[in-house]
Nanobody, 118 residues
C-alpha cells in the first residue's frame, strides 16, 4: 500500500519560512519522481516544484528563488523549503509520487495547509 504523508504546514507571517516534508512508503522511493502541488479554494491545482529520481528539479515561475525542493532517498522523504513567503502562497500543499512501478499513475498525499498572513 502506497502512502504519502505530508507535514510542516502552519500559519506563518509574510516573509517567513517553512519546510514541508512528505514521507513515502510502499514505493521504491529512489526511482520515483516526486513533487508538490498547491491548491487554493476555488482555484485550479498548480504544480509548484518537482524533482526527478535523478535529482533534476523544476519550479513554477512564481516560486523560483524562494522555494527549494529536495529529497533524501535514505529517509524516503521529499522536502519543500519555502522562504520569503507571501500571502499568495497560502494554499493546501500536496505531495505526489510517480512511481517507477506504475509510471502512468500519480499517488497523492492528503495535503497540508500553509497560511501566510500579511
Amino acid at each position: 500500500q502506497v502512502q504519502l504523508v505530508e507535514s510542516g504546514g502552519c500559519l506563518v507571517q509574510a516573509g517567513g519560512s517553512l519546510r514541508l516534508s512528505c514521507a513515502a512508503s510502499g514505493i521504491i522511493f529512489g526511482r520515483a519522481d516526486m513533487g508538490w502541488y498547491r491548491q487554493e479554494p476555488g482555484k485550479q491545482r498548480e504544480l509548484v516544484a518537482a524533482v526527478t529520481s535523478g535529482g533534476n528539479t523544476n519550479y513554477v515561475d512564481s516560486v523560483k528563488g524562494r522555494f527549494t525542493i529536495s529529497r533524501d532517498n535514505a529517509k524516503n522523504t521529499v522536502y519543500l523549503q519555502m522562504n520569503s513567503l507571501k500571502p499568495e502562497d497560502t494554499a493546501v500543499y500536496s505531495c505526489y509520487a510517480r512511481a517507477y512501478e506504475r509510471p502512468g499513475y500519480l499517488y497523492w498525499g492528503r495535503g497540508t495547509q500553509v497560511t501566510v498572513s500579511s
